[in-house]
């Protein structure tokens, strides 16, 4: 007898035929006498419904009120879920995020989750009933309806599964686990039955977008087993996110390759290098709210360097205006160049800790193909650099292959 | 400067258009230095979409599920209208009805409202915010979501005023006051500029479908002025329901004709007439769960008599399979006859307390043009008879013009 959390995104439950089939798979484990709570996503495409009609009438729609909004679209699944549960005859109850209450931070559309209230929940589990929670949402100390931002849900199931102390947090979702990378770029990609946090932070982070970065990070500090599963097929051992490294084992040295299309790179040529011009140059960009993801600066030559950084591509036009006509006249550097056709491929595991040359291996392995290597940037467990963007698909996999991450047959 | 709690319907918020219009008479009267509180009902065609959607996986819905999940119309609602002042620059915020909070029983689908909080409305009011209410709905003391049902956004309306003591409740519809009669009959039709709770009692029970007939209870017993006006046109004065009979000056003596074909008749021939007998038919009736509407009984003959009911034309099937099996043979009855072809036409005003011959004229009317009045039932403020179906328009309109209700050009 087991507690599991389970969650299930929008796809899962994208049509009250899919929502059934919830049920089934839920009816199934408590049957077996296991314990279930259930999180649940709104049906996929009402979220985006419900902002577009937000936008038709307020440009850029009111924080508070978005939340208000937007929070009904997992109201309905909750709902949904639990009647078709009780067409299984399965006790079933639901809550929305005030209702347990999920307690947050009053920041609108991007709330951090404070606490949790058990007792509703744990007095229903002892009675025998399968408790569903919408995710995403809660509810701030003036009771204001809140969101967790994008993807939250997950954020929802993990910060369950750590107040309730849940043996595991189940995320159900469209595929059946963490692949070394994406199989519709490297048919020969290969499921991993575990991955460690930091491995998984690093694939999440960087592209691999079956689950999200903040519940990934959640899971690690409170110790919660994660594991990634499929809602449409049955019963496979999906993918265990590991708080621990396999010590039973020899550790492949890498666990997956990670890749992105989505940013564009910015290079402010010729730049006076004397302390506090990094943040000359990045603070405007901050202060118009984009994100900055590589930042590269390397060694000056007559006290003149390069600086580097991507962003995300629909942030490119802004940043390089940004950077011209407030940065650039400014600080007196050269020239500001940039490009939005690049990718970023990253070589991801812990392994790489204790073995030297991964990154001189990649580096070879892309010349071979004569694949040019814009970007470089390291971190303990990863390796990443920016390419062409019509090398990326290349890139990976032959780094794929290079890496010995295929399909055993 | 007045305080008014205005509702507005479904048709009225029925997109974001219509959203945009109701934000732009809002803050109009906002802009006025006037209070308004808003109710809003969900946007027409939302609750049966989720009605469906409910039925979809479970054939009978839970009624606890149900309410969490119709709920969430309205939750829509009133975030689209208060972006929609937003974008006006009039200040807004908005409520459910678990977050004002309206408290009511735990009787969920048609809960009854118990209390309602008053500090957050009038702490914002105060801050010169419109505040925007979900209609419908409401919240039971152990913090579940139910619901008033159908039409109940206008007793949310009807209590807020109520509670918080507004000079007029608004209700704003897709018509622009009660009517005479229904204009689509009587083209002639006149808009009353006021009328009692008691005849709009009798005009909305007998089909007159503007306003629900419990918010109009409720406004009776609270005294709280109900305004019907028209959300489409501009600042027409539409109709005030008042608590009190106009006695500035002579009272009309018939306020208007209502009409209904939604109903049966049935009447049970040859009872032997003794004590319990109409309960001995009724009970078994209202055992189905089956309303019943007039109800006949004349003086008997040879300790036999004839008992008629009517009910609504969907039950009629249902009720005469009830009569025939479980009671005719019980009583010793002699025959159930009925038929579902009929109309009820009713003459409603309250000056005809002080009038006597309204029934009379009202027969004579009706014998001229040739039609049969098949049953009769009265009350203090009205008379109504029901007559064949085919006869219905034909006997409102000659109705309409013998009582003087026509318009004055």
């Given at each position: 007898?087991?507690?599991?959390?389970q969650?299930y995104?929008?796809?899962?439950?994208g049509?009250?035929?899919?929502?059934r089939?919830?049920?089934?798979?839920?009816?199934r484990?408590?049957s077996?006498?296991?314990q279930?709570?259930?999180?649940?996503?709104a049906?996929s495409?009402?979220?985006?419904?419900?902002?577009?009609?937000a936008?038709?009438?307020?440009?850029?729609p009111?924080p508070?009120?978005?939340?208000?909004m937007?929070s009904?679209g997992?109201q309905v699944s909750?709902?949904l879920?639990?009647?078709a549960l009780?067409?299984?005859n399965?006790?079933?109850?639901?809550y929305?995020?005030?209702?347990?209450?999920?307690?947050t931070?009053?920041?609108?559309?991007?709330?951090?989750i404070?606490?949790?209230d058990?007792?509703?929940i744990r007095?229903d589990?002892?009675?025998?009933?399968v408790?569903i929670?919408?995710?995403?949402?809660g509810v701030?100390?003036y009771?204001?309806?809140?969101?967790?931002?994008?993807?939250?849900?997950d954020?929802?199931?993990?910060?369950?599964?750590?107040a309730l102390?849940?043996?595991e947090?189940?995320?159900?979702?469209d595929?059946d686990g963490?692949?070394?990378?994406d199989?519709?770029?490297?048919?020969?990609?290969?499921?991993l039955?575990r991955i460690?946090?930091?491995?998984?932070?690093?694939?999440?982070?960087l592209?691999?977008k079956?689950?999200?970065?903040r519940?990934?990070e959640?899971?690690?500090?409170?110790?919660?087993?994660l594991?990634?599963?499929?809602s449409?097929?049955?019963?496979?051992?999906?993918?265990?996110?590991t708080?621990?490294e396999?010590e039973?084992?020899?550790?492949?040295?890498?666990s997956g390759i990670a890749?992105n299309r989505?940013?564009?790179?910015?290079?402010?040529l010729?730049?006076?290098d004397?302390p506090?011009?990094a943040?000359?140059?990045?603070?405007?960009?901050?202060?118009?709210n984009?994100?900055?993801?590589?930042i590269?600066?390397n060694?000056?030559?007559?006290d003149?360097?390069d600086?580097?950084?991507?962003?995300?591509?629909?942030d490119?036009?802004?940043?390089?205006n940004?950077?011209?006509?407030k940065?650039?006249?400014?600080?007196?550097a050269?020239?500001?160049?940039g490009?939005?056709r690049i990718?970023k491929?990253?070589?991801?595991?812990?392994g790489?800790?204790?073995h030297?040359?991964i990154?001189?291996?990649?580096f070879?392995?892309?010349a071979e193909?004569?694949?040019?290597i814009q970007?470089?940037?390291?971190s303990?467990?990863?390796v990443?650099v920016?390419?062409?963007?019509?090398y990326?698909e290349?890139?990976?996999?032959v780094l794929h292959?290079?890496f010995g991450?295929?399909q055993v047959?």
């Amino acid at each position: 007898m087991a507690f599991y959390v389970q969650k299930y995104g929008g796809t899962s439950v994208g049509s009250t035929e899919r929502i059934r089939n919830v049920a089934r798979r839920v009816a199934r484990f408590h049957s077996q006498g296991h314990q279930v709570v259930v999180v649940v996503s709104a049906m996929s495409g009402e979220t985006n419904r419900l902002i577009a009609l937000a936008r038709e009438v307020q440009s850029n729609p009111d924080p508070r009120e978005m939340d208000v909004m937007v929070s009904t679209g997992e109201q309905v699944s909750i709902a949904l879920l639990s009647m078709a549960l009780m067409a299984l005859n399965v006790k079933a109850k639901s809550y929305t995020g005030s209702q347990v209450k999920i307690l947050t931070d009053s920041a609108f559309t991007k709330a951090r989750i404070l606490n949790i209230d058990q007792d509703k929940i744990r007095a229903d589990l002892n009675n025998g009933n399968v408790v569903i929670v919408a995710g995403f949402q809660g509810v701030d100390q003036y009771g204001n309806i809140t969101t967790l931002g994008r993807g939250g849900s997950d954020t929802t199931g993990v910060a369950l599964a750590a107040a309730l102390k849940a043996d595991e947090c189940q995320i159900y979702t469209d595929v059946d686990g963490i692949y070394t990378t994406d199989p519709r770029v490297v048919p020969e990609a290969r499921r991993l039955d575990r991955i460690t946090f930091e491995e998984m932070l690093e694939m999440a982070s960087l592209g691999s977008k079956v689950l999200q970065l903040r519940s990934v990070e959640f899971a690690g500090k409170y110790k919660v087993k994660l594991r990634v599963l499929s809602s449409f097929e049955e019963e496979g051992p999906g993918t265990l996110i590991t708080f621990e490294e396999n010590e039973q084992m020899e550790q492949p040295v890498i666990s997956g390759i990670a890749f992105n299309r989505d940013e564009a790179k910015i290079t402010v040529l010729g730049v006076p290098d004397h302390p506090g011009i990094a943040y000359q140059i990045l603070g405007p960009v901050a202060d118009a709210n984009i994100d900055v993801d590589m930042i590269i600066q390397n060694v000056s030559h007559d006290d003149l360097t390069d600086f580097s950084f991507t962003v995300h591509r629909n942030d490119f036009n802004n940043t390089m205006n940004i950077i011209r006509e407030k940065i650039q006249p400014h600080i007196g550097a050269r020239d500001v160049i940039g490009g939005d056709r690049i990718a970023k491929v990253s070589v991801v595991g812990v392994g790489m800790r204790s073995h030297a040359g991964i990154a001189s291996k990649m580096f070879r392995v892309l010349a071979e193909e004569g694949i040019n290597i814009q970007m470089i940037a390291t971190s303990e467990i990863k390796v990443s650099v920016v390419v062409d963007e019509k090398y990326m698909e290349l890139a990976v996999r032959v780094l794929h292959k290079a890496f010995g991450l295929e399909q055993v047959l």
